[in-house]
């Protein structure tokens, strides 16, 4: 192990070089991957010199999420310490059920699903680390569902039609989950957003009213801190007062913004947080963790056992309930996604995380500027945090982005705003600094001058 670890890190070497000089990765089909890397699995076992060689090949090939020009999802760019954590947990190969099997690393996520809920206004809350946002609003539901229909656990539907609320610009894992638990896709109402990409609150309550008089059951309003294309948030405060008034569960998915509880006054955008009953924050996006690193956070943490605990004498052997989380947790066996966090937090402090979200938000601001003063380019809105929407009038925002990709300038992406495609700067990697933005935006400039002009924007879908 210690001589491959070696290999290892003089491959990690490379990539870190890699990232510093290099295109982000330039688009290339799968096809010609197919042809120039040797992927197929072999009969007989290889030397570890071969295998190693391999990997190298497949690492040129593999897109660089820490490269400065990589814009394209709501992580990039890494926290040093968490990745340098991340590697030991991987040989550490732990398993977050019990505390027989994990010791410390469960006392390490008690600290921080404990700090986080405090965080988020609960100092008697809790919570568990899942696989992703996607999961941590699935158990957000899950909980909703139960306590709206306590018998649902063990009995399963009894014909009620409960309903979910969103608004339009929140996140697919909603109706997804909801197409799972039992709810029913659709019965997701995905309430109208206002000019700033924020849910109407009066369209809620009306879109209650209805389902309240045909017989339905609000069960759950999904509020958004941080909406995937735009960085919106939802008024919580305004919102928790209409699900109180309708005893409807309120979960905040905090994905992508949830990060900013963490500073003094950014904090604000998440006024109200403190009402609602779960919370789902992704570490692995704005703070820089590497993926996956999420937690669902809850006003009431006995509820995650009394939701999800099933007996299981082979396991849950020693200790109490409390000391193996596996008693409250969708999984049985569980990544350790706490270590690298609290890795980070040791490293960093309150106060790091609280300069970390000033300096990307301030590139987000610095973006804006520049954006605005730009001539042939168009600034959607002012960023609500840390992704700047923008355009260029009549050229086609996929074309520009596939073009940017094509030639290794920069991976950036395209999302709908309002009834069009724009493309989405997303500022959450602390590499990138104001050269490599202005340097995207001369380049945007450049591809979108040389593209064809294009019909008008409802039809700039690709
Ligand atoms: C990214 C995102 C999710 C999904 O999180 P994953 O960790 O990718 O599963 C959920 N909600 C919002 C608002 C997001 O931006």
Redesign the pocket.
């Known amino acids: 192990m210690g001589r491959m670890l070696e290999q290892c890190f003089r491959l990690a070497q490379e990539l870190l070089d890699a990232e510093q000089t290099s295109a982000p990765m330039p688009k290339v089909s799968p096809e010609k991957m197919m042809r120039e890397l040797d992927l197929a699995l072999p009969r007989q076992g290889r030397s570890e010199e071969e295998v190693f060689a391999q990997m190298r090949e497949v690492l040129a090939f593999t897109p660089q999420t820490s490269n400065r020009r990589f814009f394209n999802q709501?992580f990039a760019g890494r926290v040093e310490m968490a990745g340098a954590a991340e590697v030991l947990s991987g040989l550490l190969n732990l398993s977050m059920y019990t505390f027989k099997v994990a010791g410390p690393h469960i006392l390490i996520e008690h600290q921080l699903v404990r700090r986080m809920a405090a965080l988020a206004g609960w100092p008697e809350g809790g919570g568990t680390f899942v696989p992703?946002?996607?999961?941590a609003?699935l158990v957000g539901m899950i909980l909703a569902r139960n306590q709206a229909a306590p018998h649902f656990r063990d009995h399963g539907g009894e014909g009620q039609r409960l309903m979910v609320y969103m608004s339009a610009e929140?996140?697919y894992?909603v109706t997804k989950n909801a197409g799972m638990l039992g709810f029913g896709r659709h019965q997701v109402r995905h309430v109208r957003s206002d000019r700033q990409g924020r849910m109407d609150v009066q369209a809620l309550e009306q879109a209650i009213g209805q389902d309240l008089a045909a017989g339905a059951i609000p069960c759950v309003v999904v509020a958004?801190a941080?909406?995937?294309v735009r960085g919106a948030f939802d008024p919580l405060r305004a919102i928790a007062e209409v699900c109180e008034r309708h005893q409807a569960w309120l979960h905040v998915?905090g994905?992508?913004g949830g990060g900013l509880v963490l500073h003094p006054e950014w904090r604000a955008k998440l006024d109200g947080l403190e009402l609602a009953d779960s919370f789902?924050w992704?570490a692995?996006?704005a703070m820089g963790i590497p993926l996956?690193c999420?937690a669902i956070l809850v006003k009431r943490p006995e509820l995650l056992a009394q939701n999800f605990r099933e007996s299981a004498d082979y396991l849950f052997q020693a200790d109490s309930d409390h000391l193996n989380p596996g008693t409250k947790s969708i999984q049985c066996g569980r990544r350790n996604d706490a270590f690298k966090l609290w890795a980070a937090w040791q490293h960093l402090g309150d106060e790091g995380w609280a300069e970390r979200i000033d300096r990307q938000v301030a590139l987000a601001e610095y973006a804006a500027n520049r954006l605005e003063q730009h001539p042939r380019i168009q600034l959607c809105e002012p960023p609500h945090s840390f992704t700047v929407c923008f355009e260029v009038a009549g050229k086609s925002s996929a074309e520009i982005c596939d073009v940017l990709h094509q030639r290794g300038d920069a991976v950036i992406g395209y999302g709908r705003y309002e009834e069009r495609y724009v493309l989405r700067l997303v500022t959450v990697n602390p590499l990138v600094s104001h050269d490599e933005i202005d340097r995207l935006i001369e380049k945007v400039d450049e591809v979108a001058a040389a593209l064809p002009d294009h019909a008008p924007a409802s039809s700039s879908a690709r």
């Not at 992703?132 to 999961?135: A, D, E, F, H």
Request: hydrophobic share 25%; glycine share 18%.
């Open positions: 709501l992703g946002g996607s999961m609003n929140g996140h894992s958004t941080g909406t995937t998915d994905a992508l789902t992704d692995h996006k996956i999420s």
